[in-house]
């Protein structure tokens, strides 16, 4: 089992930037394919990014692709989250998550029920 944390929320202006750590502790850590997911008030849980055991496969949703960056250290059992452009609509309670499958990849890797870890979320707010 992994414990997860996330930290690094917070109030910024549109077109600002924050970064979002999710540390990980428990088992080992570069065991686990590690996911960002972000909840708005009134709306589903979406996908934002994930990354592979190593990090060298990655993933992000569309509307993420070019602002947000993902990345991890194994070394720090850590995952990353750099939020780049932000807007308004930015605005959620983002969530790590983590699992470890016999596969990952694609459609899969972005679904919310693959993940079986989950941190209580960091609460990013943009103002317009």
């Known amino acids: 089992q992994v414990q997860l944390v996330e930290s690094g929320g917070g109030l910024v202006q549109a077109g600002g930037s924050l970064r979002l750590s999710c540390a990980a502790s428990?088992?080992?850590?570069?065991?686990?394919?590690v996911a960002w997911f972000r909840q708005a008030p009134g709306k589903e849980r979406e996908f934002v990014a994930a990354?592979?055991?190593?990090?060298?496969?990655?993933y992000y949703a569309d509307s993420m692709k070019g602002r947000f960056t993902i990345s991890r250290d194994n070394t720090r059992n850590t995952v990353y989250l750099q939020m780049n452009s932000l807007k308004p609509e930015d605005t959620a309670v983002y969530y790590c998550?983590?699992?470890?499958?016999?596969?990952?990849?694609?459609?899969?890797?972005?679904?919310?029920?693959?993940?079986?870890?989950w941190g209580q979320g960091t609460q990013v707010t943009v103002s317009s």
């Open positions: 990354t592979s055991r190593s990090g060298q496969t990655t």
């Open positions: 998550a983590a699992t470890n499958p016999p596969i990952w990849l694609g459609d899969l890797a972005k679904s919310a029920s693959g993940y079986d870890y």
């Open positions: 428990g088992r080992t850590f570069s065991d686990y394919c």
